[in-house]
């Protein structure tokens, strides 16, 4: 029971640590961008006659502000924390749509700012999600160059060439830095969420309800694979799979995930990740640390990518 408590207590730790990680990114995120409207507010004024430009970043910059603060002084659950996030896309792509119509025709760069979000989506929220905003994005950016064919800006002249040159560039670096802080993000929630299921490091959950006739059967069985995987370190081939395992013993998956039930491990994956963990705890007590790399451990543990 004790150990059963501990295993909730870490699950939801860990879990409160992913969404302080995730408002974490969307404040650190927000603030950039309020930072880089403000920015083109600023060089907008400086060089172009024309008003309403600099008005629609003057109040992007401070809606974002806004929200900026309203998340700081509240606190939300994380489904709460995901609604936020889609509003804002939202609406963000929607703000977008303004500068595509009417500086489409000079510039791409109001269609860059649309780039970063297929990848943000897909980390932090899902692969549906990245699909429908993807599609989204892409709907605005038609439908804006759509729109522009039929009004012609009197301030959008050869005058403000190298200008628009420059917001181009801009935008591509601003982007670039925002896809850096995305994937930063990622590998610091990846890491979290590598810790959510204790089992990974060979705390094993309490046996699967087996039919007690069969039960030494399975035990047998799961002796027999187990003295074989570790004899020839099958664990050690990133590709091995139940299905390989099952090939060479001729049986289907569905024995074999009962054995390995019966020993306390709630399926494959967590069995053979256990092994690994074990084997790379010795394999790290026995080499110099000073003449290996990260990369040489994970790998000869089974290991194919360094996050996990």
Do not use: H
């Not at 590709?239 to 395992?245: A, H, Q, V």
């Not at 039930?261 to 709630?266: A, F, L, V």
């Amino acid at each position: 029971m004790l150990v059963f408590c501990e295993k909730i207590f870490k699950r939801n730790k860990n879990n409160n640590l992913a969404k302080e990680l995730e408002e974490e990114f969307l404040l650190k995120y927000l603030t950039f961008m309020c930072m880089i409207l403000t920015f083109y507010m600023v060089i907008f004024y400086l060089n172009i006659e024309e008003i309403y430009p600099v008005l629609f970043l003057l109040f992007g910059a401070v809606t974002i502000g806004v929200l900026c603060v309203f998340i700081c002084k509240n606190s939300f659950t994380k489904v709460k924390l995901r609604k936020i996030i889609r509003s804002f896309l939202i609406f963000g792509i929607l703000y977008d749509l303004y500068f595509i119509i009417v500086f489409s025709k000079v510039s791409v760069g109001n269609i860059v700012w649309l780039l970063p979000i297929p990848l943000g989506t897909y980390i932090f929220l899902s692969k549906k999600d990245s699909f429908f905003y993807s599609l989204y994005s892409v709907s605005i950016i038609i439908i804006g160059i759509s729109i522009s064919y039929y009004f012609s800006f009197d301030f959008l002249d050869s005058r403000y060439r190298t200008f628009f040159n420059f917001t181009e560039v801009t935008a591509f670096i601003f982007n670039g830095l925002i896809m850096c802080l995305m994937l930063y993000y990622k590998d610091k929630i990846n890491q979290v969420g590598i810790l959510k299921e204790p089992e990974t490091y060979g705390i094993k959950n309490p046996k699967t309800i087996i039919d007690k006739e069969r039960e030494q059967e399975y035990e047998d069985f799961f002796n027999k694979i187990n003295s074989q995987i570790k004899e020839n370190m099958y664990f050690k081939d990133s590709k091995f799979s139940m299905s390989k395992l099952c090939v060479i013993y001729d049986t289907n998956s569905s024995y074999v995930s009962r054995a390995i039930r019966t020993k306390g491990y709630s399926n494959f994956n967590i069995y053979l990740n256990t092994l690994r963990i074990n084997y790379i705890k010795e394999l790290i007590k026995q080499s110099d640390l000073s003449k290996v790399t990260l990369m040489y451990i994970y790998t000869e543990g089974g290991f194919s990518n360094q996050p996990t």
